[in-house]
């Protein structure tokens, strides 16, 4: 059981950030970890990591089509980056290799 | 000593055939010799002599120079200076092609794609067009006499003048059975270039001096005058050649017969003309059912032949070089005159695109059909009439085929213009009754007499004004020409035994003028009375809103009209103080200026406050941005031109009066033209629906075989409901996303979406195919449902986004997936969308 902290954002922010979010919530509550995903989107950041999440967090997951912005609040901690449509098509697969 | 004016040319697109034709009858009123001079090219003309105006090369703004020398050269000099000021600079129609929503230019993502090969030009009248090509070689090659028996010089100029006589007697009569306006103004220009005195003296000296046959003869002045006309600087001048010889062809054909020229090629199949060039009694020889559309290399946009395909609605496309040496006779083409394009054999893909383009095209046309014969009516049932403006009774009877609910407006002056007297009562009233008796019930508003200004009538001997707009025009010449007034008045009182006939009177700025016509309406209806002689005594008279003073004593002017009817052009010309012909100021004209519209709503709340009735006859009225304006400002009746009759009918069926009296609330809040323009662009108002999802939106059995074309096809519903304005800009905008990579997100579900500036309302439009598309999905399943986003570039408010998101979240849940792909119908489909969009 691990504790993960998320950042979905795809080119346009319409639609991609928002999929990839809700399968990776998803996917993480089925496996058994907590998750909370940001997502950085054409409404700007939405449910923003906290220094505190970051810290008590054991892995970052990058689920990207752009870069991530705020990006150095992620400097110390270990971070997998996956494109959108990998967390969109296979969530439970994204988050084995957290693990692995 | 010779008299002089002095003048810039006026016409934009310089001297041609009707111009000319018109500026020759000017001077040919007078017995003073009248020289036109060029100052430019120091060229010099007999003024009446068409040929010889035309060859001075004339262009806009060259400075020219009249000089009168004769006995009525007084006379004729304050005549012409006149003509030139006033009624010359507006003889010449605007050339400029209707409006497209696919730029000339632009070339459509199939044909990019499939890489085929395609020919560019310049579309010059719109419209596409499937079928085969008919390649003519040599189109009007002048025929080869050199076996053509020639007699005696004598002998030669007996058989030219019977040419010519049979020519001239064979366009007379053509311009008798013609009942088309531009095909009249054509054979005009044609007669006056046989006519002209020029043209004979030059054929008859060159068979004189040259010992040339009458046709050769014929030939070399027509190469004389091509040649001069053809080194012109305009291309217009240079599109005057194809005139004159076709004049030429046809004295030779009259003169030998038709076998020594080209003999006329005929359609024997449905089939677009691929030729240098075709002439204009060419193409009036075609069978015009057959003639699907024609490709020139020759050619610009202001010919004669391009200005009867116009009419004839036949596609056009002219400028592609060489364009009949490279097609084959019976070879399969598109014609695109929307973009001005030419395919020959298209693929598969690319006459799929023009089928769906030309279906298209059909379904807004019969959409509009059914608005023909219902009255308007907003969506919310209140009634709106929308009435034809017409000039004449040909105009009256296809206004009412086109579906208009009256005659809101008939312009007399036609009547009285082009002749040297004015109409008797007996042509006037058989004109009007004739109106009153195909309108049966309806209205038909006769508006008296309305000129000076920019429609100068001879026998009228109106003064020459700095300032005809402010001057002697309209009412206020009635004292001056009251016979003239009383006879149209009179006869207009007769027809209204026939029908619902109105009178309504131009120009009016004051109440005593009221009083005073009125008089004179009244003292005409006693004389009926006594003569015995039928009329509707119980007849509305009405006047123009049009000088701003009116609008503010509506009240006072109730007492003594029946019914008013706003022409917004000269009334936000003077409310403005803008001449909108002025180049320098022209732009400030605008009725869309919120001064403006503040105005208008006043008067009209004024006429209702006081039980009168108002209409709207001008420009404004066909302006179908302006729609939900009308429709707030409560306005009765609507008048415009009768082809857009339909589309009136249209918008107003989607229009909602509270909604539309909101919208009227803040538009009249906005501070600049282009905020009331946005405004109005960007309202759905229009729509009825200003929802995300709208059933309108969901198309549930698509047959799009391909991601293009459900792309296209969900864009053009989006079109349809007014939601954007650029289907192609909007199209490439969405693909430039999908090339990042594939929305297809799987599940046999994909989502295309793009922000973009062309769309004004936020949408999801629907898409169910019937067969799969491949999406390249990241499943690579094949995609059943497609679910377009399209967003504003300036997206107002996160409401529609929260929304967009969390639908977005949801596609990711099985449960409402298959909930969505197995919806009954596009009711189902909505309310699934709404439930989640909350």
């Given at each position: 059981?691990?504790n993960?902290v998320?950042?979905?954002a795809c080119?346009?922010?319409?639609?991609?950030?928002?999929?990839?979010?809700?399968?990776?919530?998803?996917a993480?509550?089925?496996?058994?970890?907590?998750?909370?995903?940001?997502?950085?989107?054409?409404?700007g950041?939405e449910?923003?990591l906290?220094?505190?999440?970051?810290?008590?967090?054991?892995?970052?997951?990058?689920a990207?089509?752009?870069?991530?912005?705020?990006r150095?609040?992620f400097?110390?901690?270990k971070i997998?980056e996956v494109?959108v449509?990998?967390?969109?098509?296979?969530?439970?697969?994204?988050?084995?290799?957290?693990i692995g | 000593?010779?008299?002089e004016i002095?003048f810039?040319f006026?016409?934009?697109?310089?001297?041609?055939a009707?111009?000319?034709?018109?500026f020759?009858?000017?001077?040919?009123?007078?017995?003073?010799a009248i020289?036109?001079r060029?100052?430019?090219?120091?060229s010099?003309?007999?003024?009446?002599?068409?040929?010889?105006?035309?060859s001075?090369?004339?262009?806009?703004?060259?400075?020219?120079?009249?000089?009168?020398?004769?006995?009525?050269?007084?006379?004729?000099?304050d005549?012409m200076?006149?003509?030139?000021?006033t009624e010359?600079?507006?003889?010449?129609?605007?050339l400029?092609?209707?409006?497209?929503?696919?730029?000339?230019?632009s070339?459509?993502?199939?044909?990019?794609?499939?890489?085929?090969?395609?020919?560019?030009?310049?579309p010059v009248?719109?419209?596409?067009v499937?079928?085969?090509?008919?390649?003519v070689?040599?189109w009007?090659?002048m025929?080869?006499?050199?076996?053509?028996?020639?007699?005696?010089?004598?002998?030669?100029?007996?058989?030219?003048?019977?040419?010519?006589?049979?020519?001239?007697?064979?366009?007379?009569?053509?311009l008798?059975?013609?009942?088309?306006?531009i095909?009249?103004?054509i054979?005009?220009?044609h007669?006056a270039?046989?006519?002209?005195?020029e043209?004979?003296?030059k054929?008859?000296?060159?068979?004189?001096?040259?010992?040339?046959?009458?046709?050769?003869a014929?030939?070399?002045a027509?190469?004389?005058?091509?040649?001069?006309?053809q080194?012109?600087?305009?291309?217009?001048?240079?599109?005057?050649?194809l005139?004159?010889?076709?004049?030429?062809v046809?004295?030779?054909?009259?003169?030998?017969?038709?076998?020594?020229?080209?003999?006329?090629?005929a359609?024997?199949h449905?089939?677009?003309?691929?030729?240098?060039?075709?002439s204009?009694?060419q193409?009036?020889?075609?069978?015009?059912?057959?003639?699907k559309?024609?490709?020139?290399?020759q050619?610009?946009?202001?010919?004669?032949?391009?200005?009867?395909a116009?009419?004839?609605?036949?596609?056009?496309?002219v400028?592609?070089?060489?364009?009949?040496?490279?097609?084959?006779?019976g070879?399969g083409i598109?014609?695109?005159?929307?973009?001005?394009?030419v395919?020959?054999?298209?693929?598969?893909?690319?006459?799929?695109?023009?089928?769906f383009?030309i279906?298209?095209?059909?379904?807004?046309?019969?959409?509009?059909?059914q608005?023909?014969?219902?009255?308007?009516?907003?969506?919310?049932?209140?009634?709106?009439e929308?009435?034809?403006?017409?000039?004449?009774l040909?105009?009256a009877r296809l206004?009412?085929?086109?579906?208009?609910?009256?005659?809101?407006l008939?312009?007399?002056?036609?009547?009285?213009?082009n002749?040297?007297q004015?109409?008797?009562?007996?042509?006037?009233f058989?004109?009007?009754?004739?109106?009153?008796r195909?309108?049966?019930s309806?209205?038909?508003?006769?508006?008296?007499?309305?000129?000076?200004?920019?429609?100068p009538?001879s026998?009228?001997?109106?003064?020459t004004?700095?300032?005809?707009?402010?001057?002697?025009r309209?009412?206020?010449?009635?004292?001056?020409?009251?016979?003239?007034?009383?006879t149209?008045l009179?006869?207009?009182?007769r027809?209204s035994?026939?029908?619902?006939?109105?009178?309504?009177?131009?120009?009016i700025s004051s109440?005593?003028?009221?009083?005073t016509?009125?008089?004179?309406?009244r003292?005409i209806?006693?004389?009926?009375?006594?003569?015995?002689?039928?009329?509707?005594?119980?007849?509305?008279?009405g006047?123009?809103?049009?000088?701003?003073?009116?609008g503010?004593?509506?009240?006072q002017?109730?007492?003594?009209?029946?019914?008013?009817?706003?022409g917004?052009?000269?009334?936000?010309?003077?409310?403005?103080?803008v001449?909108?012909?002025?180049?320098r100021?022209?732009?400030?004209?605008?009725s869309?200026?919120?001064?403006?519209?503040?105005?208008l709503?006043?008067?009209?709340?004024?006429?209702?406050a006081h039980?009168k009735?108002?209409?709207?006859?001008g420009?404004?009225?066909g302006?179908?941005?302006?729609?939900?304006?009308f429709?707030?400002?409560?306005i009765?009746?609507?008048?415009?031109?009768?082809?857009g009759?339909?589309?009136?009918?249209?918008a107003?069926?989607?229009c909602?009066?509270?909604?539309c009296k909101?919208?009227l609330?803040?538009?009249?809040?906005?501070?600049?033209?282009?905020e009331?323009e946005?405004?109005?662009r960007?309202?759905?108002?229009?729509?009825g629906?200003h929802?995300?999802?709208?059933?309108e939106?969901?198309?549930?059995?698509?047959?799009?075989?391909?991601?293009?074309e459900a792309?296209?096809?969900?864009?053009?519903?989006?079109y349809r409901?007014?939601?954007t304005?650029?289907?192609?800009?909007?199209?490439?905008?969405?693909?430039?996303?999908?090339d990042?990579?594939?929305?297809?997100?799987?599940?046999?579900?994909?989502?295309?979406?793009?922000k973009?500036?062309h769309?004004?309302?936020?949408?999801?439009?629907?898409?169910?195919?019937?067969?799969?598309?491949d999406?390249?999905?990241l499943?690579e399943?094949?995609v059943?449902?497609?679910?377009?986003?399209?967003?504003?570039?300036?997206a107002p408010?996160?409401?529609?986004?929260k929304?967009?998101a969390?639908?977005?979240r949801?596609?990711?849940?099985?449960?409402?997936?298959?909930?969505?792909?197995?919806?009954?119908?596009?009711?189902?489909?909505?309310?699934?969308?709404?439930?989640v969009?909350?």
């Amino acid at each position: 059981m691990m504790n993960i902290v998320a950042v979905t954002a795809c080119p346009t922010g319409i639609a991609h950030t928002y999929m990839a979010a809700a399968q990776l919530e998803k996917a993480a509550k089925k496996l058994g970890h907590t998750i909370k995903v940001e997502t950085q989107g054409s409404m700007g950041i939405e449910n923003e990591l906290s220094e505190d999440d970051i810290r008590n967090a054991d892995v970052a997951l990058f689920a990207i089509g752009i870069p991530v912005r705020n990006r150095e609040r992620f400097d110390r901690i270990k971070i997998l980056e996956v494109t959108v449509q990998d967390a969109i098509k296979n969530p439970e697969g994204v988050i084995a290799k957290l693990i692995g | 000593m010779p008299l002089e004016i002095q003048f810039s040319f006026p016409l934009v697109n310089g001297f041609h055939a009707r111009p000319a034709s018109i500026f020759r009858d000017a001077a040919n009123r007078f017995n003073s010799a009248i020289t036109f001079r060029n100052q430019q090219n120091n060229s010099t003309a007999n003024a009446k002599s068409t040929l010889a105006l035309l060859s001075t090369l004339t262009k806009h703004a060259d400075p020219c120079m009249l000089t009168i020398h004769g006995h009525d050269e007084q006379v004729a000099v304050d005549a012409m200076r006149q003509f030139i000021q006033t009624e010359f600079p507006r003889c010449d129609e605007s050339l400029a092609s209707a409006s497209s929503p696919h730029p000339a230019g632009s070339v459509p993502r199939p044909l990019r794609i499939t890489k085929e090969l395609y020919y560019q030009g310049m579309p010059v009248s719109r419209g596409i067009v499937t079928s085969r090509a008919f390649v003519v070689q040599t189109w009007i090659d002048m025929p080869d006499l050199s076996r053509v028996a020639k007699g005696t010089v004598a002998e030669e100029l007996a058989r030219l003048e019977r040419a010519f006589t049979i020519v001239s007697q064979r366009l007379r009569e053509q311009l008798g059975a013609t009942q088309s306006e531009i095909q009249l103004g054509i054979l005009k220009a044609h007669l006056a270039i046989l006519e002209d005195a020029e043209l004979k003296a030059k054929i008859q000296d060159l068979l004189h001096r040259n010992q040339l046959g009458a046709g050769a003869a014929i030939i070399a002045a027509a190469d004389h005058f091509a040649g001069i006309l053809q080194h012109s600087a305009s291309v217009y001048l240079q599109e005057r050649v194809l005139d004159i010889r076709d004049i030429a062809v046809q004295l030779v054909n009259e003169l030998y017969g038709k076998e020594t020229t080209n003999v006329q090629p005929a359609l024997e199949h449905d089939a677009v003309w691929v030729a240098e060039n075709l002439s204009p009694s060419q193409f009036i020889a075609l069978d015009k059912q057959r003639l699907k559309g024609i490709v020139l290399s020759q050619g610009g946009s202001t010919s004669h032949t391009v200005i009867l395909a116009r009419a004839f609605g036949i596609p056009c496309i002219v400028g592609i070089s060489d364009i009949h040496r490279k097609l084959k006779t019976g070879q399969g083409i598109v014609v695109d005159a929307e973009r001005g394009l030419v395919v020959p054999d298209p693929s598969v893909s690319v006459r799929r695109f023009y089928d769906f383009e030309i279906e298209n095209e059909k379904d807004e046309a019969r959409r509009l059909q059914q608005f023909i014969d219902v009255p308007a009516t907003t969506a919310d049932g209140r009634k709106m009439e929308v009435a034809a403006n017409v000039g004449s009774l040909d105009e009256a009877r296809l206004a009412f085929r086109n579906g208009a609910e009256g005659i809101g407006l008939f312009r007399t002056e036609l009547l009285f213009m082009n002749r040297t007297q004015p109409p008797t009562e007996e042509e006037q009233f058989a004109v009007y009754s004739e109106t009153a008796r195909i309108a049966g019930s309806k209205r038909v508003i006769i508006r008296t007499l309305d000129v000076g200004g920019d429609k100068p009538i001879s026998y009228l001997n109106l003064p020459t004004e700095k300032n005809p707009f402010l001057g002697f025009r309209a009412i206020r010449m009635y004292r001056d020409h009251k016979e003239i007034i009383d006879t149209q008045l009179r006869s207009i009182l007769r027809a209204s035994a026939f029908g619902n006939v109105m009178i309504m009177f131009p120009m009016i700025s004051s109440v005593e003028e009221v009083r005073t016509l009125r008089d004179w309406v009244r003292s005409i209806m006693q004389d009926l009375d006594q003569k015995k002689i039928s009329y509707n005594p119980a007849i509305e008279i009405g006047i123009m809103v049009e000088i701003p003073s009116v609008g503010l004593i509506i009240d006072q002017l109730s007492r003594h009209v029946d019914f008013f009817s706003i022409g917004s052009n000269d009334l936000t010309q003077y409310f403005l103080a803008v001449d909108r012909d002025n180049d320098r100021v022209g732009a400030l004209y605008n009725s869309l200026a919120p001064s403006f519209l503040r105005f208008l709503k006043d008067i009209i709340d004024q006429a209702h406050a006081h039980g009168k009735w108002i209409g709207l006859c001008g420009e404004l009225g066909g302006n179908a941005l302006a729609v939900p304006l009308f429709v707030g400002f409560g306005i009765d009746e609507i008048s415009l031109s009768s082809p857009g009759i339909p589309k009136m009918k249209s918008a107003i069926s989607k229009c909602e009066s509270t909604q539309c009296k909101t919208l009227l609330a803040s538009i009249l809040e906005k501070e600049t033209p282009a905020e009331v323009e946005k405004l109005l662009r960007e309202s759905a108002v229009r729509t009825g629906d200003h929802s995300l999802v709208a059933k309108e939106l969901i198309r549930t059995a698509s047959r799009s075989q391909t991601k293009d074309e459900a792309i296209r096809e969900l864009v053009h519903m989006l079109y349809r409901a007014c939601r954007t304005d650029d289907p192609d800009q909007l199209e490439e905008a969405i693909w430039q996303r999908e090339d990042v990579y594939s929305t297809g997100i799987g599940f046999h579900i994909a989502i295309p979406h793009c922000k973009s500036e062309h769309v004004f309302l936020n949408s999801i439009a629907v898409l169910r195919c019937s067969k799969g598309i491949d999406w390249k999905s990241l499943d690579e399943q094949p995609v059943t449902m497609v679910l377009l986003i399209a967003i504003r570039a300036d997206a107002p408010g996160d409401e529609h986004l929260k929304m967009i998101a969390s639908l977005s979240r949801k596609l990711m849940d099985e449960e409402f997936r298959g909930q969505l792909l197995s919806a009954r119908d596009a009711e189902h489909i909505v309310s699934q969308l709404t439930t989640v969009l909350g």
